[in-house]
């Protein structure tokens, strides 16, 4: 009688193991979340009670540009910088004076913002960007506290302590976007982008290159990475967008101010990147929420304001020193870890 031959037994698979080596199940992607939460906020100005919860919605939107630049450089980057507000009044001032003095368009002075801001990032960060850690935010500081001088100091060109009066809002032609109302669609536009603009960098090489050198400096120029040029390439986007932050800001406020861009507001979005969630993607928009929300929450504390707002911060940041937007991952880790003992 013939034997049929046994075909191989398949290698016994551990379960644990098959699961592991399976692609897993993800969940909606960075971008769709991003179309699906833009979308949502969409909504805002028809449920806001009023106007003013609009402006604080329009405000939070420059917000989040100015906090997702700067995480991109520190989160992600590891390069701490005190001088985001003075990137900011700086595209701010550039572009109302650019209409103020020579009546040009809002929308010359947008792109003019981010192209003066990115090359003043370009000089000042050629060779602030040598130093690391400490001296690298100190190097940061001196021309936040240099650009607020000369900010209050040039009265013909910035209007000084009194700040650019006169400044036009956008324009289409005769329709003015002189409301908040009319105001809104552009900053939500332009966050998204931005936003957008974020996620691609970090998914391209030239982000993959900016984490490899936040890493380990030494082993990144080792494998072929110019880590000074990677540094110098998101200092310069991170103050370009932060340029278009100011741009936006001068024009739907009519005005600018030199203390709005001071010393004091950069430290405080360096905090609103640890406090949302330093290298995180929705760090920003957490962060975003309370630099805005948090001081309209506490004006009826005014003697009290920064008090409550130190304590808050900690709070939150010892129960989540990964911030808001990392306490959900915490959050399994620690039940993962309490099941597994």
């Known amino acids: 009688m013939s034997v049929m031959p046994l075909k191989a037994a398949a290698p016994a698979v551990d379960a644990p193991a098959a699961a592991a080596a399976a692609p897993a199940r993800q969940g ?30 329009n405000m939070m939107g420059i917000n989040i540009i100015l ?13 701490i ?28 002075g947008l792109p003019a913002a981010a192209l003066i801001t990115g090359l003043a990032a370009l000089i000042i960060g050629i060779p602030a960007l040598r130093l690391r850690g400490l001296y690298l935010s100190m190097a940061t500081l001196g ?11 040039l009265v013909d060109l910035t209007g000084g302590p009194n700040g650019l009066l006169g400044v036009q809002p956008f324009s289409f032609g005769s ?59 998101f200092f310069v986007l991170t103050a370009g967008a932060a340029g278009i932050a100011g741009s936006l800001y001068v024009h739907i406020n009519q005005y600018a101010s030199p203390e709005t861009f001071s010393v004091s507001n950069s430290i405080l979005l360096v905090v609103m990147v640890a406090l949302g969630g330093s290298g995180t993607y929705w760090g920003p928009f957490a962060g975003a929420l309370i630099y ?22 900690l709070i939150v940041l010892i129960a989540s020193p990964t911030g808001i937007a990392g306490a959900p991952a915490a959050l399994r880790k620690r039940f993962a870890r309490k099941r597994a003992s």
Not at 87 to 102: D, H, P, Q
């Open 28 to 57: 909606l992607s960075d971008h769709v979340r991003l179309l699906l939460v833009w979308l949502a906020l969409l909504v805002v100005p028809f449920v806001a009670p009023n106007a003013y919860v609009i402006s604080l919605a």
């Open 67 to 79: 906090i997702a630049s700067l995480n991109l450089l520190m989160g992600y980057g590891g390069q």
């Open 81 to 108: 910088s005190l001088g985001q507000a003075a990137f900011y009044g700086l595209g701010a001032y550039v572009s109302g004076v650019l209409g103020v003095k020579l009546g040009l368009s809002a929308w010359i």
């Open 143 to 153: 021309w936040n506290a240099i650009l607020v001088v000369l900010f209050n100091r």
């Open 175 to 233: 329709f003015k976007l002189d409301t908040d109302m009319r105001q809104f669609p552009l900053v939500w536009l332009v966050s998204f982008l931005v936003m957008l603009a974020v996620l691609h960098l970090l998914n391209s090489r030239a982000g993959r290159a900016l984490r490899a050198v936040a890493t380990n400096e030494l082993g990144a120029d080792a494998v072929g990475i110019d880590s000074f040029r990677t540094k110098l390439l």
């Open 292 to 313: 805005t929300a948090l001081p309209q929450l506490l004006l009826d504390y005014e003697n009290a304001e920064l008090m409550l707002f130190g304590l808050g911060m």
